[in-house]
């Protein structure tokens, strides 16, 4: 098993910074990738962005390019998700995940966080 436990979330106002911290715990694997993703509200979950433990590939969703980024500490277990210039649109709950069989890209994760709201205000 694996337990991830987000923080950093919050309300902020529209073009500001939040960054979002997910802490991994329980069983080790040599590759994987974790990223995050976030539900607004009557709006299907989606994809925000993941990192590898192999080579720190990185990938975004369009939507967060240029103004999200995303960072690991392999010694901490722990990965971070750096969000700038924070518009209405993000306003969600940002779930961490781990895909412990990834070797680039995140496929469907296999251990998921609580969820941590963030909320931006206009």
């Known amino acids: 098993q694996v337990q991830l436990v987000e923080s950093g979330g919050g309300l902020v106002q529209a073009g500001g910074s939040l960054r979002l911290s997910c802490a991994a715990s329980?069983?080790?694997?040599?590759?994987?990738?974790m990223g995050w993703f976030r539900q607004a509200p009557g709006k299907e979950r989606e994809f925000v962005a993941s990192i590898s433990r192999i080579g720190f590939s990185m990938y975004y969703a369009d939507s967060v390019k240029g103004r999200f980024t995303i960072s690991m500490d392999n010694a901490k277990n722990t990965v971070y998700l750096q969000m700038n210039s924070l518009k209405a649109e993000d306003t969600a709950v940002y779930y961490c995940?781990?895909?412990?069989?990834?070797?680039?890209?995140?496929?469907?994760?296999?251990?998921w966080g609580q969820g941590t709201q963030v909320t931006v205000s206009s």
């Open positions: 995940a781990v895909d412990v069989s990834a070797v680039r890209t995140m496929g469907i994760p296999d251990y």
């Open positions: 329980g069983r080790t694997f040599t590759r994987y990738a």
